[in-house]
């Protein structure tokens, strides 16, 4: 009879089917054959992947100061640091509530509540542009004399004026015309503007825009106010316009 074999390599033996010895024989010789012509274990091993000699390989990393792509980078390459953005912490206001914001609206003795701004220690409010320039003022006086600047009068509405003209005629202006009226003057405690204070204000009060007004000043044209002092710049700008 025919016996067909397969292995990786096909091939069929053909037996005398009349001799049984012989198909032994044959048998045997086919199995001798297969094993022959079949491949050894020892390739079959070799034919077979190495998954972890082969995921090995996949991770080999290149050699150094070389990217896998072929690119040259310096072994002392470093990735740059990005530095932190600086934080910048906005200064508190230095007068807390007020913007100095001023469209000098209103009239004298008339002037709307938005435009003005208290001053500390519950003294009478001033424009706000006026308002932020005394605290200023004010926090370079205090630096240098333990204490803020002691104030009496600012911002005068015209009904205040009228009482103020009638207490002291001499020493105030005709309502509607006091830069009091405006909220751009305002009166310094006697102890506040004496000796080395008066001295301090005279040499460092024009820096933030505030000066004792020439005819206050001893020989002037008006009487004698070392207390009074003007936010010169807002005052000449309303006596150009009135």
């Known amino acids: 009879m025919g016996i067909a074999l397969a292995t990786t390599t096909s091939f069929t033996v053909a037996a005398n089917a009349g001799a049984s010895g012989g198909d032994e ?5 086919a199995a001798d054959a297969v094993a022959a012509s079949g491949p050894s274990p020892s390739s079959m091993a070799a034919a077979v992947p190495d998954r972890r000699s082969g995921a090995s390989r996949s991770q080999e990393r290149s050699p150094r100061g070389t990217s896998a792509a072929g690119v040259t980078v310096s072994p002392d390459a470093s990735m740059p640091v990005e530095e932190p953005a600086p934080v910048r ?17 209103g009239l004298n003795g008339q002037v709307p509540q938005s435009e003005l701004c208290d001053l500390w220690d519950g003294h009478p409010p001033i424009r706000a542009d006026a308002a932020v320039a005394f605290a200023r003022m004010n ?10 600047i002691c104030i009496t009068d600012g911002y005068r509405s015209y009904a205040q004026q009228v009482a103020a003209k009638a207490a002291k005629p001499t020493l105030t202006a005709t309502p509607g015309r ?12 006697a102890d506040g503007y004496a000796g080395e204070r008066l001295n301090w204000l005279k040499a460092h009060g024009p820096e933030y825009g505030w000066d004792n007004p020439p005819w206050a000043r001893e020989g002037g044209s ?13 005052v000449a700008q309303i006596d150009e316009h009135h």
């Open 25 to 29: 024989h044959n048998r045997s010789g």
């Open 89 to 105: 912490v906005k200064a508190p206001p230095v007068l807390p509530g007020c913007d100095g914001e001023a469209t000098g609206a």
């Open 139 to 148: 926090k370079a006086y205090t630096a240098q004399f333990g204490e803020p």
């Open 178 to 189: 006091s830069n009091h009226g405006w909220g751009l003057a305002v009166d310094i405690c």
């Open 222 to 234: 008006g009487p004698y106010e070392p207390w009074h002092w003007e936010f010169t710049a807002a």
